[in-house]
């Protein structure tokens, strides 16, 4: 028999666990792709804000990198509370598929921030906003900034 390598048994070990968890997140794929690349987006235009306002610091850089880590906790959050959902109207025989309704919510609403924050941050860089992405940034700032209170 051959020997496997290390290198090798990694690779397939995180492949095989890779397509297993995009088969369990199905519908929730393409949000959660679509989140990691507005977060990666945020950050570098967060950065480069920063350095624009002569205000870079490595504390705040590695605060914001674990703060976008918990967001994974709070889409997985979203899909337990899909999973007891699901799994209460199968107990009352209710057939309602939900689906990952309430991971998809969660994971979009994170994506509509991200979104908010990069424009944030390229004004901040001084690139210029049509008027009307403006005045949707700073209504949607403002409530998202109310429901804070």
Known sequence: MRKVHKETLLHTVMA????TFLAYLSNLAV?????????VVDYGTGMLGAWFRNQ????????????KTAYFALVVVGMVVDYILSSALVKVNVSLPIGNCIGIIVVVWLIINEIISILENLLTIGIPLPKF??????????NFDNTDK
């Open 133 to 142: 992405l403006q005045e949707i940034v700073g209504h949607l700032k403002d």
């Open 31 to 39: 949000p959660m792709v679509v989140l990691i690349v507005v977060m």
């Open 56 to 67: 870079l610091n490595s504390r705040k850089g590695i605060l914001g990198i674990l703060k």
């Open 16 to 19: 095989t666990a890779l397509g």
